[in-house]
């Protein structure tokens, strides 16, 4: 059968993570050509036996997003849901509020991603056992560390066109990036084609040489390597717009992104217009501001009407009750119930004032580290924003376990942080005489200082010139302009948070680093003992 093209809209935008399902198979397969894949030897290869269906329901998905969430530290599962969603307009809605576990969530993120509801409907938690579950992040401690690298967003701009102007956009979050390592993990009882072009392609939007696809489910792992990515890149175009695009005549790693993700999931967590997704899988659209209600008959039952509509009222009995008083007392105990869900918000919020009143050295700290990363300074520069990140990572760093989420501390912690009064400079009395006009002043005007010119606002960027293959090398720049403000005298930063730092500290010190006294070279230590080797990794 000869593959039919597509219309597809403009600069269309591919998330990596699927882009290759339903596609030609003999475009699929001349992608997987293109890639070299060499396995790595394990000792240990026995599969981790968990129940993979429930009433014929595949649970890999979850189990892969869930071994993920649970592992590592600085995985979010909210940036996950707020991400896909980013990603597939289509499939936006509100998350119910009473679901707060991660297991709760991955099954939420699982329906998005497959648009089955039995996943919220008919699975039974907990997915997996804790015996399994620690026999998961066992083997993925053979690797990893809690504080890993996760969910590193990258994205890759295929330009189609000599004027530059369509491009298809490959877009994506890699599992993990370790020792310029892109990992892909996965939970299935059998890698396929597509996975291996997966952690491909995340190779290619990240620029990293290396790669390594790894199945924790019986332990195998691969070497990924793309000999020659510009056919590898013209090959995926090709596949994932079904032949629309055929060639690429440039690209571009995006860098600079309009929203970070931080902003994405501000926002999608905060927009009150989403459709509420309940645990029925039915989505229930907002509506209007309560009118009253009508109770009618309908044959031998009455139903509880919105006045406004003249739709059921929600969570009334879909087959009505059997008299006016049932139907009545049915109602009370409704809006009880939802007057009941609003206290326990109160006290939620009031849990949390608490909180911050007895850490308020902790809420202190939260000022003085938001003052830095806005300033580019400190130990916490290498983030865009004061976001649920930095607080996780601050509550860790000082040890303090919290009963609610990240993102309500860091919400109330704004809020009160809005009505806090800004403190108004100090005056002399005698300056406040004289401007009353009750005193003159003997004293000589002082000299006049003309301030110094502010420094000008500047961004991190990748030098596409100082970078080499597995070598990434960052600059400072200027906003505006786009001038070269501080290049690590010709070498470039090994890092954004190297750039941040080192420049901070220039201005700081007139434009330059002190000089260092030299020290001494410590003598080589050679350690014996077992080392594990993983090939090319």
């Given at each position: ?172 979050m890699a599992d993990v990036v370790k020792d310029q390592t892109v990992y892909l993990l996965k939970f299935v009882s059998a890698l396929s084609h597509r996975h291996f072009l997966q952690c491909a392609s ?66 999608i967590m905060t927009d009150d217009s989403l459709p509420e997704f309940d645990t029925g899988g039915n989505v229930k659209e907002e509506k209007s501001q309560d009118e009253g209600i009508s109770i009618i ?174 070598d990434v090398r960052y600059i400072v720049v200027e906003e505006e302009s786009n001038n070269v403000l501080d290049d690590a005298n010709g070498y470039g930063y090994k890092s954004m948070q190297a750039a ?38």
């Amino acid at each position: 059968m000869t593959p039919v093209k597509t219309h597809i809209e403009a600069n269309p935008k591919f998330d990596i993570s699927e882009m290759f399902d339903f596609k030609f198979d003999e475009d699929v397969n001349a992608c997987y050509d293109l890639i070299k894949i060499s396995p790595v030897f394990r000792k240990d290869v026995h599969p981790i036996e968990v129940k993979h269906s429930d009433a014929m329901i595949d649970l890999a998905p979850c189990i892969g997003i869930y071994q993920q969430a649970n592992f590592f530290d600085y995985y979010d599962i909210d940036s996950a849901i707020a991400y896909y969603m980013y990603m597939h307009k289509d499939k936006k809605m509100a998350m119910p509020q009473s679901w707060k576990s991660v297991e709760q969530k991955v099954l939420f993120l699982t329906m998005l991603m497959t648009s089955q509801d039995r996943y919220v409907k008919q699975v039974e938690l907990p997915i997996i056992t804790k015996e399994q579950e620690s026999q998961i992040n066992k083997r993925l401690s053979v690797l990893f560390s809690p504080d890993e690298n996760v969910q590193e967003r990258c994205e890759l701009n295929a330009f189609v066109d000599d004027a530059g102007v369509s491009k298809v956009v490959l877009s994506g979050m890699a599992d993990v990036v370790k020792d310029q390592t892109v990992y892909l993990l996965k939970f299935v009882s059998a890698l396929s084609h597509r996975h291996f072009l997966q952690c491909a392609s995340y190779m290619l939007a990240t620029g990293l040489q290396k790669g390594v696809i790894w199945n924790i489910y019986d332990n195998k792992l691969y070497n990924v390597e793309i000999p020659d990515r510009d056919a590898f890149l013209n090959a995926v175009v090709k596949c994932v717009t079904k032949g629309v695009y055929d060639k690429v005549y440039k690209f571009v790693l995006e860098k600079d992104y309009t929203q970070n993700l931080d902003t994405i999931l501000d926002q999608i967590m905060t927009d009150d217009s989403l459709p509420e997704f309940d645990t029925g899988g039915n989505v229930k659209e907002e509506k209007s501001q309560d009118e009253g209600i009508s109770i009618i008959k309908q044959g031998e039952q009455y139903v509880i009407l919105d006045a406004a509509n003249r739709e059921s009222v929600d969570g009334c009995a879909a087959n009505g009750y059997d008299s006016i008083l049932a139907a009545c007392e049915a109602y009370v105990r409704m809006n009880k119930k939802k007057a009941e869900e609003t206290t326990s918000k109160k006290e939620l919020l009031s849990n949390i004032e608490d909180w911050l009143d007895n850490h308020a050295e902790f809420e202190r700290q939260m000022a003085r580290i938001s003052i830095e990363i806005n300033r580019g300074i400190g130990p916490y520069a290498s983030y865009s924003t004061f976001s649920t990140y930095v607080v996780r990572k601050m509550l860790k760093d000082w040890g303090l376990v919290i009963n609610f989420s990240e993102r309500q501390l860091l919400k109330v912690w704004k809020e009160r942080e809005k009505k806090r009064p800004k403190p108004e400079p100090t005056r002399s009395v005698e300056d406040v005489l004289q401007e009353m006009g009750f005193a003159e002043s003997n004293t000589p005007p002082a000299e006049v200082h003309t301030p110094a010119p502010a420094a000008p606002a500047y961004r991190v960027i990748r030098s596409s010139r100082l970078s080499k293959p597995g070598d990434v090398r960052y600059i400072v720049v200027e906003e505006e302009s786009n001038n070269v403000l501080d290049d690590a005298n010709g070498y470039g930063y090994k890092s954004m948070q190297a750039a941040h730092k080192g420049y901070a500290y220039k201005r700081r010190n007139g434009g330059s680093f002190p000089a260092q006294p030299k020290k001494e070279k410590a003598p080589n230590l050679t350690l014996q003992g077992e080392q594990l080797t993983f090939g090319g990794v």
